[in-house]
């Protein structure tokens, strides 16, 4: 089931129910003179949209992984990159993966190898960075695009000892909020590893963070 909050009080409605697990969300936007939502279906690996129908599959991804999808984003030309485990399952260890690109066409392909647990991740607003958490690498990679998307220049951007980066988002001066379930907290973490901030959860975990509101300034924690 996937819920949105729809006020700044945490009211909740169901936008769908599905028979597998979401994760990832994106939207096709104005650029492309669309907003259906983007998500991806876990088990069935594929990308799913959202259609005043009903879901519709987007483009499936089973000849890319034999693993659950995962995370995602979508950037500005309605082109979405969707990680994958690597492993059947969380106790398992994890082996190294890839990225799959979906573009605004529905066409599928890999277009980065060698990842370890490739979680959410971010493109930055220019569309020229590509920074995903490795969850199981234990830090945040970033990569440049080429001119067909493919990632290249791969580069360490933060590197953590004993920190598990879960959900990431960017601010607008280029930091990096990392939810480290791990540690029960959400820090902030600037390129080369220096950490700026930290909130502690109590009496639960913290798996994701993005920010919102008005301004864009509010940070929002995803917690169970």
């Known amino acids: 089931m996937l819920r949105f909050p729809v006020d700044g009080k945490g009211k909740l409605e169901v936008i769908v129910e599905m028979q597998d697990s979401p994760s990832g969300l994106g939207f ?3 650029f492309l003179n669309d907003g259906r939502m983007l998500i991806v279906s876990m088990q069935r690996r594929c990308l799913m949209r959202l259609d005043p129908e009903g879901l519709k599959i987007h483009a499936d991804l089973t000849n890319f992984t034999k693993h659950n999808c995962n995370d995602s984003v979508t950037d500005t030309h309605g082109r979405t990159y969707v990680g994958n485990w690597g492993t059947k399952s969380l106790e398992s260890p994890a082996e190294p993966t890839c990225i799959i690109l979906v573009t605004k066409d529905r066409d599928a392909r890999i277009v980065r190898e060698n990842l370890i647990f490739p979680n959410r991740c971010i493109v930055t607003p220019d569309c020229k960075t590509f920074i995903a958490a490795e969850t ?18 791969r580069r360490i951007w933060a590197e953590f000892e004993y920190f598990i980066p879960d959900g990431i988002c960017l601010d607008e001066e280029g930091a ?49």
């Open 28 to 30: 096709l936007n104005h």
């Open 136 to 153: 199981f690498g234990n830090k945040l990679t970033a990569f440049d695009f080429e001119s067909s998307r493919n990632l290249i220049n």
């Open 176 to 224: 990096i909020w990392v939810a480290n379930p791990s540690k029960a907290e959400v820090v902030r973490v600037l390129e080369g590893d220096e950490i700026t901030f930290i909130i502690k959860v109590k009496d639960t975990n913290a798996y994701a963070c993005a920010l919102g509101g008005d301004d864009g300034k509010i940070l929002f924690l995803c917690t169970r």
